[in-house]
């Protein structure tokens, strides 16, 4: 069994991509071929905004956005400790100051009301001046944009949606990719839409920013490829992952999103009475980048991450460690307090197989392990 079936979808989608791949070798666009120009207008109507920009992966989209607003030393950007390294690093790659935030304990997405403790805090202490948050859509949940747009607004802070899990999701029927100032995904193969290798993508209504980000995609260019006006990145998605992605973007829209939503709840009519399962609220729908669960502790989790691994079921823990428990931030002293729900979440989470090519039946497979190995564990 998979715990992401990419072979099984490939197989589905083979002449469509084997075509695309075909097209673009013999016509030779490798770098920014018609297959990009393509990719971006349809993702762009895909997610409703005005402007897609695709670019090589999703941690430069996040410093890409970042760059736009000329994020620099004694920045403070807040960034939820429970997600990807991506989301801090770039803040520190610019060399401004990633302030954690606590996670919401029934979504895994960022606390607003910690946030707003978080500003406050900074701008108390005088040290450091707040910017902007990035916050993330994790496991394919979007984060409380309602609530957290507000907290922007009051403190005059830019947002970013980190959609690398996101993309697909909705809240009001709106889609991811369209809550942040400047949003950003990723085309990881893992990822709700994945190409062959990586790639990424970055998306805004404002005009300006979005001129802004296809100079920094490109060195930094001015009027032309060879006019460099200010210092960028080279961070292009290949015309063939383009050619890739688009065949892939139909089979999402078309079915995949809604089987990975149907496997999922079946999962959670399965599981909900025997462990914690995701918690979606009524206006809010999900990618499920993955499907996570929480068990009581960690004793039970590794029991049953064993159990499943025996009965040849993989599963994954996103994450094993919050950001502000890796080594490189070790020495950091900034608000280090109230993390405590994003601590408990790695000894207890456990992301079961998602993918729109599961079925029925190895569903309820997985589920009857999962319950049998809670027995097992609660009578040891
Ligand atoms: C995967 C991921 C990223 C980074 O995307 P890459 O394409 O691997 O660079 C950033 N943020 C989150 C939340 C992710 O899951």
Same mark, same amino acid.
């Given at each position: 069994?998979?715990?992401?079936? +990419?072979?099984?979808?490939?197989?589905?989608?083979?002449?469509? /991509? =084997?075509?695309?791949?075909?097209?673009?070798?013999?016509?030779?666009?490798?770098?920014?071929?018609?297959?990009?120009?393509?990719?971006?207008? &349809?993702?762009?109507?895909?997610?409703?905004?005005?402007?897609?920009?695709?670019?090589?992966?999703?941690?430069?989209?996040?410093?890409?956005?970042?760059?736009?607003?000329?994020?620099?030393?004694?920045?403070?950007?807040?960034?939820?400790?429970?997600?990807?390294?991506?989301?801090?690093? @770039?803040?520190?790659?610019?060399?401004?100051?990633?302030?954690?935030?606590?996670?919401?304990?029934?979504?895994?997405?960022?606390? !607003?009301?910690?946030?707003? #403790?978080?500003?406050?805090? @900074? /701008?108390?202490?005088?040290?450091?001046? !707040?910017?902007?948050?990035? %916050?993330?859509? +994790?496991?394919?949940?979007?984060?409380?944009?309602? #609530?957290?747009?507000?907290?922007?607004?009051?403190?005059?802070?830019?947002?970013?949606?980190?959609?690398?899990?996101g993309f697909g999701g909705s809240i009001d029927n709106k889609k991811a990719c369209s809550f942040g100032d400047i949003a950003t995904t990723s085309f990881f193969p893992?990822?709700?839409?994945?190409?062959?290798?990586?790639?990424?993508?970055?998306? $805004?209504?404002? &005009?300006?920013?979005?001129?802004?980000?296809?100079?920094?995609?490109?060195?930094?260019?001015?009027?032309? &490829?060879?006019?460099?006006?200010?210092?960028?990145?080279?961070?292009?998605?290949? $015309?063939?992952?383009?050619? /890739?992605?688009?065949?892939? +973007?139909?089979?999402?829209?078309?079915?995949?999103?809604?089987?990975?939503?149907?496997? %999922?709840?079946?999962?959670?009519?399965?599981?909900?009475?025997?462990?914690?399962? !995701?918690?979606?609220?009524?206006?809010?729908?999900?990618?499920?980048?993955?499907?996570?669960?929480?068990?009581?502790?960690?004793?039970?989790?590794?029991?049953?991450?064993?159990?499943?691994?025996?009965?040849?079921?993989?599963?994954?823990?996103?994450?094993?460690?919050?950001?502000?428990?890796? $080594?490189?931030?070790?020495?950091? &002293?900034?608000?280090?307090? =109230?993390?405590?729900?994003?601590?408990?979440?790695?000894?207890?989470? +456990?992301?079961?197989?998602?993918? !729109?090519?599961?079925?029925?039946?190895?569903?309820?497979?997985?589920?009857?392990?999962?319950?049998?190995?809670?027995?097992?564990?609660?009578?040891?």
């Amino acid at each position: 069994m998979e715990f992401i079936d +990419l072979k099984e979808q490939y197989k589905v989608l083979k002449k469509d /991509i =084997d075509k695309n791949i075909k097209t673009v070798l013999e016509n030779g666009d490798y770098i920014m071929g018609g297959f990009v120009k393509e990719l971006e207008k &349809k993702l762009a109507d895909y997610v409703g905004v005005k402007y897609a920009i695709t670019c090589a992966n999703g941690t430069d989209a996040l410093q890409i956005a970042l760059m736009c607003y000329n994020v620099k030393p004694n920045d403070a950007i807040f960034v939820p400790s429970y997600t990807f390294f991506s989301t801090a690093e @770039v803040v520190s790659i610019l060399g401004a100051t990633p302030i954690f935030i606590d996670s919401d304990e029934r979504t895994f997405n960022m606390n !607003p009301e910690k946030l707003e #403790k978080a500003i406050k805090k @900074v /701008i108390e202490e005088k040290k450091l001046t !707040p910017r902007g948050v990035i %916050a993330v859509d +994790l496991f394919g949940l979007p984060a409380d944009y309602k #609530k957290i747009k507000e907290i922007t607004n009051k403190y005059n802070l830019f947002l970013i949606e980190d959609g690398a899990q996101g993309f697909g999701g909705s809240i009001d029927n709106k889609k991811a990719c369209s809550f942040g100032d400047i949003a950003t995904t990723s085309f990881f193969p893992a990822k709700p839409l994945g190409c062959y290798g990586d790639g990424g993508a970055l998306f $805004t209504d404002d &005009k300006e920013l979005y001129e802004l980000i296809l100079s920094y995609r490109v060195h930094g260019k001015g009027e032309f &490829k060879y006019d460099n006006v200010r210092i960028g990145l080279n961070s292009r998605l290949d $015309t063939l992952q383009a050619a /890739i992605l688009l065949p892939k +973007l139909k089979a999402f829209e078309d079915y995949e999103l809604l089987d990975r939503q149907k496997f %999922a709840n079946m999962y959670t009519e399965k599981l909900k009475n025997y462990v914690k399962t !995701p918690f979606i609220e009524h206006n809010y729908t999900s990618s499920y980048a993955q499907y996570t669960i929480l068990l009581e502790n960690e004793e039970e989790r590794d029991y049953i991450k064993n159990y499943l691994q025996k009965e040849g079921i993989p599963t994954n823990i996103y994450y094993p460690k919050p950001l502000h428990k890796q $080594t490189v931030y070790k020495a950091y &002293k900034f608000n280090l307090e =109230d993390l405590e729900v994003s601590e408990n979440f790695s000894k207890c989470v +456990l992301s079961l197989p998602m993918h !729109p090519y599961l079925n029925g039946e190895v569903v309820t497979d997985i589920c009857n392990h999962i319950i049998k190995a809670l027995e097992e564990f609660k009578s040891e």
